[in-house]
């Protein structure tokens, strides 16, 4: 079972490695870079050697020894240079690819990984595979370096070459034994990091709602104590370091050891010249190096293997699939814009929502939908917009089931206008014209503001069009939010107008103004209103009475008034909190 965990997991690594369209060539450039300053830098030891065997005055051998090294040097740089070009490329293409299927999946999705473990896939993991193809790279340059160099050392001196051999278990010992413990601790630093950057996220946008329960000191303890834990995990991995050091150094001290007394030995026996074991001893230090890099590339690969498993799970899903056979258009020549929903039943994951709904929508007419809380009003709204599909039934436009149309060109059909509109940081101008695929004049972006009863407040700006909104619109109030967000939806002139709750969590004043500016909009077009206050809706040319996740009633004000006990009990409800606002 684990094994074939494992190798799904590799299977995720190289499947993603091949999606990410990688730059080979750089990589190939590299490699073929780094390959060349190895071989020169293999060949140093043994100019050294005739160096140190007396050639010392011999300006052509200093002359090959300076323009060798010269030579290895600077393509060492160059391959480095690759390295720094290819490991933002490689990152940005794969991130590229994340983000790509992040905002086209289905809404569903979204809902399995908090936004914050999002993030880090698109922010954190995705360096880890860049590093380790660098990673991959230097191994393989290094056990070329360290093949060449025992094949030389072999052909100076079989037996000094042989002595090494018994330290060889000894260092893939330390080595697997360091890299082990440093790839565990330095992966508990990062869980830590990951619960640190998710937990300042999380509330530095909702410092509002601390101060105002004055819970200031709770989340200092809060932080104060992930904080802690981030240090004990950096302990531990400090302690890791305490070991790993002294035994990698003594992985150096032992064959560099070797090679110096029985380098001696042998040269005391007349076997070896010493200018043969200084020789050796580069050999050494090289392999030793080399040595360092296998240790790093296990710890490298655990933890992009890691990373690419939770990448590929997003990968993985199914996008939205934005065409279908039908497009709009047709589908309204031919059966016109009536919105049915038959025999729609729906859960969000296992939870039961809607049960069994049955309406018709009427083209260019004005349709409420209204009941008690929780009832699933905003569900069919989603359901609507097509954000999810309903379990059972179907969604029709005229005769012509909506899940066959275009989703693309669905969505661009529909304004849609919540209790909260969502800005995006960026000017006015860009909030109102967000979303619009044509060009937008500033003319008509100000008669839109106009219609919306948004051009006063915006003139009186200094900077009118051009100011800035702020994170998640946070320098205009509410009732400016919404009215922007009215704005936008007159701009975008479409046929189906959602407006959920648009004007519940505005003051009187601006209610009114606000809900002026929809009457405006809502001429002509086929409005789907849900609300509390049953003021604004009892013009309406349908309401639709939903309770508990089923259709209670449906009909004008006064039919429902006179039959509906539900819709009675929630119209005089009404009828009370506005006679207790008359008397305030
Ligand atoms: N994304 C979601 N995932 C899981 N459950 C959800 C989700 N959205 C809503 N629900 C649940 O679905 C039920 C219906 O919610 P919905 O928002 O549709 O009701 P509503 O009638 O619009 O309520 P309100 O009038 O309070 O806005 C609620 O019990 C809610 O907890």
């Not at 995720?12 to 060539?25: A, D, G, R, T, Y």
């Not at 240079?81 to 990152?91: L, M, N």
């Not at 999810?388 to 066959?404: A, C, K, S, T």
């Not at 409005?527 to 089923?550: P, Y």
Request: proline share 3%; net charge neutral; charged share 25%.
């Amino acid at each position: 079972m684990q094994e074939s965990k494992n190798q799904h997991s590799w299977r995720e690594f190289f499947k993603l490695i091949f999606k990410s369209k990688l730059p080979w060539h750089l990589y190939i450039a590299g490699f073929v870079a780094a390959i060349l300053s190895t071989t020169l830098s293999l060949g140093l030891p043994l100019v050294m050697q005739q160096i140190m065997a007396g050639k010392i005055f011999d300006s052509e051998i200093v002359k090959k020894y300076i323009l060798l090294s010269s030579i290895a040097i600077s393509l060492a740089a160059v391959s480095a240079f690759f390295v720094s070009i290819t490991g933002p490329v490689t990152k940005r293409n794969i991130q590229r690819t994340l983000w790509d299927k992040l905002i086209r999946m289905p809404m569903r999705q979204y809902k399995k990984q908090p936004s914050q473990q999002l993030i880090s896939r698109v922010t954190q993991d995705t360096s880890f595979i860049d590093q380790v193809i660098d990673y991959f790279k230097m191994l393989v340059v290094s056990s070329y370096g360290m093949i060449g160099s025992f094949v030389i050392m072999y052909n100076m001196n079989v037996k000094l070459t042989l002595a090494l051999l018994p330290v060889i278990p000894y260092i893939l010992i330390v080595t697997a034994v360091v890299g082990h413990f440093t790839q565990k601790t330095q992966h508990g630093v990062q869980e830590q990091f990951a619960g640190i950057t998710a937990f300042f996220a999380e509330r530095l946008p909702r410092v509002r709602l601390i101060k105002s329960f004055g819970k200031e000191q709770k989340e200092i303890d809060d932080a104060n104590y992930i904080l802690r834990e981030q240090y004990k995990a950096e302990k531990k991995r400090a302690y890791v370091d305490l070991f790993a050091e002294p035994l990698m150094q003594s992985v150096q001290a032992i064959i560099q050891g070797t090679v110096l007394l029985y380098g001696a030995y042998l040269v005391s026996k007349g076997e070896m010249k010493v200018s043969q074991v200084i020789s050796f001893f580069m050999y050494v230090a090289f392999i030793h190096n080399s040595v360092l890099k296998y240790g790093l590339f296990w710890q490298m690969l655990k933890q992009a293997k890691g990373a690419s498993e939770k990448i590929s799970s997003i990968l993985d899903t199914n996008s939205e699939e934005m065409k279908k056979q039908v497009s709009m258009e047709e589908v309204q020549k031919k059966a016109g814009g009536d919105l049915r929903l038959e025999n729609v039943s729906f859960s969000y994951e296992d939870k039961n929502i809607l049960s069994n709904i049955n309406f018709t929508i009427p083209e260019g007419k004005f349709t409420a939908i209204v009941g008690p809380s929780g009832g699933g009003k905003s569900t069919i709204l989603n359901l609507l917009e097509r954000f999810y599909d309903p379990n059972v039934g179907r969604i029709l436009m005229g005769n012509q089931p909506v899940d066959e149309i275009h989703l693309d060109e669905w969505r661009k059909s529909i304004s849609y206008v919540s209790q909260s509109s969502p800005l995006l940081s960026g000017t006015i101008r860009d909030n109102i014209t967000y979303g619009i695929d044509r060009e937008v004049s500033d003319e008509e972006v100000r008669i839109a503001a106009e219609m919306a009863d948004a051009l006063e407040f915006i003139d009186e700006f200094p900077e009118g069009l051009d100011t800035e909104v702020g994170e998640f619109g946070s320098q205009l109030s509410g009732g400016q939010r919404q009215r922007i967000a009215i704005a936008r939806a007159f701009i975008k002139d479409t046929r189906y107008l959602i407006l959920d709750e648009a004007t519940a969590s505005l003051d009187a004043r601006s209610e009114n103004e606000v809900e002026n500016s929809l009457k405006d909009i809502m001429v002509g077009r086929t409005t789907i209103m849900v609300a509390h206050d049953l003021n604004a809706v009892k013009h309406a040319d349908q309401i639709i009475v939903i309770d508990s996740g089923k259709v209670n009633g449906i009909g004008n004000h006064e039919e429902l008034f006179a039959n509906n006990p539900l819709y009675r009990r929630l119209a005089e409800i009404q009828q009370e909190k506005d006679s207790r606002l008359a008397i305030l």
